[in-house]
């Protein structure tokens, strides 16, 4: 059973992070490649906060302040740079923490992480852990999902896909794209500090290999599988990514090379996609 | 030490302008970063160790045999992955599958090799050579030398010749380009095959220096890369000056500050200049909005 609470986990992170990044980048779509290391702060804001012996739910809070304060840097090259170069720049970006988190290794451990990362209160170690963080993930995913849905048909939703149409144009009409695009990056960067927050207490321990960033590719392409611009093509995006992996288990694939030809179908999946459907699977309708 | 590390830079520049001009190449005529890029090198770099070391072919050969493999996965790239996904008009799909194409890249390296690090029988290539306060290898003055001369065919490969021009033209402006006669998947096809070769001989280049690993593509894909934005992506003179640019960079804070920095260094340098410069050193395409 607890098997299938971590599968249910790790959909449920997956979703938080597809959710959240459509937030950031989905509606503006100025792409953000800097994701993961977004949730890597919000998982480091955690750990180190807990290990000054901070209250958990505190550090949690630690988590999303850092992540969003990421936002925010990321966010200050929109005031210059647009379209592809803002890729770019945002990959830099995710390279360049990433680096830091390697090289500062007084504080974070380096290469090897950190490990021993405590529980959130009221969890007692043992074999319901899982069980307890399903809900916990789960309550995480839903909030973040209930908050993409209400930005999606607020003003502000409407604001940012008119952004993404024409910047003069919205400006003219009395909105600042930069502000505009400065708070969608920073809220999506605070939601993925959250679910990164939640990550580490979950699993006691963090390294840099996993906030890399080919995970931001993995997060960006979850979200253009699934249909950007539409929260529930992240959620549906999201699922299927994260379940087919764990499908392929069952389907007795050959031991030591099961995660590669995992990565395998999974790539030529994308492919396939995207000549058939590239709008995603579920693609945003205009005018909603 | 300044010499070793102006030397060190060059060799690298070099390097990465077979990289950087890759990508520019394949932006320039399909508007698209190519994520595969740097898997395209790791196939270069794989077929000449495979060819080496099964079919005990001499290094000369087998370089051919990696030619040809880059042209072969970059065209396949453009046919299976990149033409189906952009006939819907999407922009943002082909950039997407060029992400499948690389996840499948890797992991097909990784089944046929294994994930272990391989490195290439370079023999005499990698003995120490002295000229005066400078110390290389024959595999670093090839780096060096054929960089140079395949950049200079190339520039004058699209200056002079007819379908050189024509890449250029669909660059600048590809309906007008199409009214004109010129078949942009055609030209799309020749600008994947150039950015092939010259991957896989980058590739080659670096299984000498240090290792081969599926993923070796990644860093120095995005060494490649962000010269090629530095520079202005879609020019290729562009892409030349910003490989100098990042491998200097490289080479100096590795000699005189720390190489373990070195993605911190590299990415502040395009910070600080997009931040100045925001279409790059010289005027590329103008990045489409995603």
Redesign the interface.
């Given at each position: 059973m607890t098997y299938y609470y971590s599968v249910g986990i790790l959909i449920c992170v997956a979703v938080s992070l597809a959710v959240s990044l459509n937030i950031a980048s989905g509606y503006s779509?100025?792409?953000s490649l800097a994701h993961a290391a977004f949730w890597g702060l919000g998982a480091y804001g955690f750990a180190l906060a807990t290990a000054h012996k901070w209250n958990p739910l505190l550090a949690l809070v630690v988590s999303v302040l850092a992540a969003a304060l990421g936002g925010l840097v990321a966010a200050a090259?929109t005031l210059?740079?647009?379209?592809?170069?803002?890729?770019?720049?945002t990959?830099?970006?995710g390279?360049?923490l990433?680096?830091?988190l390697?090289?500062l290794r007084s504080l974070t451990g380096g290469s090897n992480g950190l490990s021993n990362i405590v529980l959130l209160p009221g969890v007692k170690p043992g074999p319901n852990i899982d069980y307890y963080y399903l809900q916990v993930f789960l309550a995480a995913a839903v909030v973040m999902v209930v908050l993409g849905v209400l930005i999606q048909r607020s003003a502000f939703g409407q604001a940012l896909r008119a952004t993404?149409e024409d910047e003069e144009a919205t400006a003219a009409l009395g909105r600042n794209p930069t502000w505009l695009k400065v708070r969608a990056l920073t809220l999506g960067a605070a939601c993925a500090g959250l679910t990164g927050g939640l990550y580490a207490s979950w699993t006691s321990f963090i390294s840099p290999g996993i906030f890399t960033?080919?995970a931001s590719?993995l997060i960006l392409?979850t979200v253009?599988?699934g249909g950007?611009g539409n929260i529930w093509g992240a959620v549906f995006g999201a699922i299927v990514l994260t379940a087919l992996p764990e499908g392929l288990r069952f389907a007795h694939v050959p031991g030591a090379?099961a995660q590669?030809?995992q990565?395998?179908i999974?790539?030529?999946?994308?492919?396939l996609l995207?000549?058939v459907r590239?709008?995603g699977l579920l693609p945003a309708r205009s005018g909603r | 030490m300044i010499w070793q590390a102006l030397y060190n830079g060059v060799v690298t520049g070099a390097l990465y302008a077979l990289v950087a001009l890759g990508y520019t190449l394949i932006?320039g005529v399909a508007r698209l970063?190519n994520?595969a890029h740097g898997d395209v090198m790791m196939v270069g770099a794989y077929t000449c160790l495979f060819c080496m070391e099964r079919f005990h072919l001499p290094p000369a050969p087998a370089l051919l045999a990696a030619i040809a493999a880059g042209a072969l996965i970059a065209l396949l790239i453009e046919r299976?992955?990149v033409r189906?996904?952009a006939?819907?008009g999407?922009r943002?799909?082909?950039v997407?599958?060029t992400?499948?194409?690389?996840?499948?890249l890797?992991?097909?390296a990784?089944?046929l090799f294994g994930a272990a690090a391989r490195s290439l029988p370079g023999g005499k290539l990698l003995d120490p050579i002295y000229l005066g306060p400078i110390q290389t290898t024959l595999a670093q003055l090839s780096t060096l030398v054929g960089g140079s001369v395949l950049t200079l065919v190339l520039a004058l490969f699209l200056k002079f010749h007819l379908y050189g021009q024509a890449i250029r033209a669909v660059a600048d402006d590809p309906t007008l380009a199409e009214t004109v006669g010129i078949a942009p998947h055609r030209i799309a096809q020749i600008a994947f095959a150039l950015s092939g070769i010259m991957a896989a001989l980058a590739g080659i280049a670096v299984g000498l220096d240090s290792s081969l690993r599926p993923t070796m593509g990644?860093s120095l894909g995005?060494m490649g890369?962000?010269a090629a934005?530095l520079g202005g992506?879609g020019n290729p003179t562009g892409a030349i000056l910003g490989a100098m640019l990042v491998g200097m960079v490289s080479s100096l804070t590795g000699t005189y500050l720390s190489s373990?920095?070195?993605?911190?260094y590299?990415?502040?340098t395009?910070?600080l200049l997009?931040?100045f410069r925001?279409?790059g050193l010289l005027p590329g395409r103008k990045?489409?909005?995603?």
């Amino acid at each position: 059973m607890t098997y299938y609470y971590s599968v249910g986990i790790l959909i449920c992170v997956a979703v938080s992070l597809a959710v959240s990044l459509n937030i950031a980048s989905g509606y503006s779509r100025h792409l953000s490649l800097a994701h993961a290391a977004f949730w890597g702060l919000g998982a480091y804001g955690f750990a180190l906060a807990t290990a000054h012996k901070w209250n958990p739910l505190l550090a949690l809070v630690v988590s999303v302040l850092a992540a969003a304060l990421g936002g925010l840097v990321a966010a200050a090259p929109t005031l210059r740079v647009r379209g592809d170069y803002f890729l770019v720049v945002t990959l830099g970006m995710g390279e360049a923490l990433n680096n830091v988190l390697v090289n500062l290794r007084s504080l974070t451990g380096g290469s090897n992480g950190l490990s021993n990362i405590v529980l959130l209160p009221g969890v007692k170690p043992g074999p319901n852990i899982d069980y307890y963080y399903l809900q916990v993930f789960l309550a995480a995913a839903v909030v973040m999902v209930v908050l993409g849905v209400l930005i999606q048909r607020s003003a502000f939703g409407q604001a940012l896909r008119a952004t993404a149409e024409d910047e003069e144009a919205t400006a003219a009409l009395g909105r600042n794209p930069t502000w505009l695009k400065v708070r969608a990056l920073t809220l999506g960067a605070a939601c993925a500090g959250l679910t990164g927050g939640l990550y580490a207490s979950w699993t006691s321990f963090i390294s840099p290999g996993i906030f890399t960033s080919s995970a931001s590719v993995l997060i960006l392409a979850t979200v253009l599988l699934g249909g950007i611009g539409n929260i529930w093509g992240a959620v549906f995006g999201a699922i299927v990514l994260t379940a087919l992996p764990e499908g392929l288990r069952f389907a007795h694939v050959p031991g030591a090379n099961a995660q590669l030809w995992q990565q395998m179908i999974y790539g030529l999946l994308l492919i396939l996609l995207m000549a058939v459907r590239p709008g995603g699977l579920l693609p945003a309708r205009s005018g909603r | 030490m300044i010499w070793q590390a102006l030397y060190n830079g060059v060799v690298t520049g070099a390097l990465y302008a077979l990289v950087a001009l890759g990508y520019t190449l394949i932006y320039g005529v399909a508007r698209l970063i190519n994520f595969a890029h740097g898997d395209v090198m790791m196939v270069g770099a794989y077929t000449c160790l495979f060819c080496m070391e099964r079919f005990h072919l001499p290094p000369a050969p087998a370089l051919l045999a990696a030619i040809a493999a880059g042209a072969l996965i970059a065209l396949l790239i453009e046919r299976l992955a990149v033409r189906p996904a952009a006939r819907k008009g999407d922009r943002l799909a082909p950039v997407i599958s060029t992400i499948g194409a690389s996840v499948v890249l890797q992991a097909g390296a990784g089944l046929l090799f294994g994930a272990a690090a391989r490195s290439l029988p370079g023999g005499k290539l990698l003995d120490p050579i002295y000229l005066g306060p400078i110390q290389t290898t024959l595999a670093q003055l090839s780096t060096l030398v054929g960089g140079s001369v395949l950049t200079l065919v190339l520039a004058l490969f699209l200056k002079f010749h007819l379908y050189g021009q024509a890449i250029r033209a669909v660059a600048d402006d590809p309906t007008l380009a199409e009214t004109v006669g010129i078949a942009p998947h055609r030209i799309a096809q020749i600008a994947f095959a150039l950015s092939g070769i010259m991957a896989a001989l980058a590739g080659i280049a670096v299984g000498l220096d240090s290792s081969l690993r599926p993923t070796m593509g990644y860093s120095l894909g995005f060494m490649g890369f962000t010269a090629a934005v530095l520079g202005g992506i879609g020019n290729p003179t562009g892409a030349i000056l910003g490989a100098m640019l990042v491998g200097m960079v490289s080479s100096l804070t590795g000699t005189y500050l720390s190489s373990a920095w070195l993605p911190g260094y590299v990415f502040g340098t395009l910070a600080l200049l997009l931040l100045f410069r925001p279409q790059g050193l010289l005027p590329g395409r103008k990045a489409v909005a995603t």
